[in-house]
Nanobody
Framework: QVQLVESGGGLVQAGGSLRLSCAVS????????MGWFRQAPGKEREFVAG????????YYADSVKGRFTISRDNAKNTVYLQMNSLKPEDTAVYYC?????????????????WGQGTQVTVSS
């Protein structure tokens, strides 16, 4: 059973930073494509960032390019999302997800496992 546990969310002022972490159980973490998604109240879940295990390309939503950075530490079974220059519109529940095959890292329906989410609130 693969489990994902997010941490690092909270309340921050606009322009501030947060670092989200996602700890993943399971022996094959190093072969998963990992992604971050978010969902604001009344909106659909949207892709934020994705990283494959064997591909140097990293994927970002246009709305977070230049501000957010996804990274992974396979030795620690952990993926991170560094969020800088936060804006009120970044307010959402952020979810970590794992995909066994990595076919389409930006598509939520490709992901097999999901965390419970962590709240990020950015005040103006």
């Amino acid at each position: 059973q693969v489990q994902l546990v997010e941490s690092g969310g909270g309340l921050v002022q606009a322009g501030g930073s947060l670092r989200l972490s996602c700890a993943v159980s399971g022996r094959t973490f190093s072969t998963y494509t990992m992604g971050w998604f978010r969902q604001a109240p009344g909106k659909e879940r949207e892709f934020v960032a994705g990283i494959r295990w064997n591909d140097p390309r990293i994927y970002y939503a246009d709305s977070v390019k230049g501000r957010f950075t996804i990274s992974r530490d396979n030795a620690k079974n952990t993926v991170y999302l560094q969020m800088n220059s936060l804006k009120p519109e970044d307010t959402a529940v952020y979810y970590c997800a794992a995909d066994r095959f990595g076919t389409r890292p930006t598509q939520h329906y490709e992901y097999d496992y999901w965390g419970q989410g962590t709240q990020v609130t950015v005040s103006s």
